[in-house]
């Protein structure tokens, strides 16, 4: 998996998660002032997003790519201070998971 926490994101960073997020619904995030980034296998992006949002107060969305490795993108959305708290608890989480395995 790789890992990436961009801090002050530009608008320009913004709008082009906004334009390649999974769900069309959403609404554009307004007091954000770090996004982290992972990208993995599906099944450990599902985790990684639940463990993201039930750890602290973070917005998490999908975010489309062309991938042919079946590879998907989640975007964590916040402050910096919750971005980097659900980063954290997201890598502790995921190799706790590699141990049982």
């Keep these: 998996m790789d890992y990436r926490i961009i801090k002050s994101p530009s608008k320009g960073t913004l709008d082009i998660l906004m334009r390649r997020k999974g769900s069309p ?21 599902v985790v990684a997003s639940d463990v993201a949002e039930k750890a602290v107060g973070v ?22 201070a919750s971005v980097e708290a659900a980063m954290a608890q997201i890598k502790v989480r995921l190799e706790e998971r590699k141990d049982i395995c």
């Design 25 to 45: 619904n959403s609404v554009y995030p307004e007091d954000v002032s770090a996004i982290g980034l992972v990208q993995g296998k599906l099944i450990d992006m």
């Design 59 to 80: 917005w998490v969305e999908d975010i489309r790519g062309s991938c042919p490795q079946n590879m998907i993108m989640l975007a964590i959305f916040g402050d910096t």
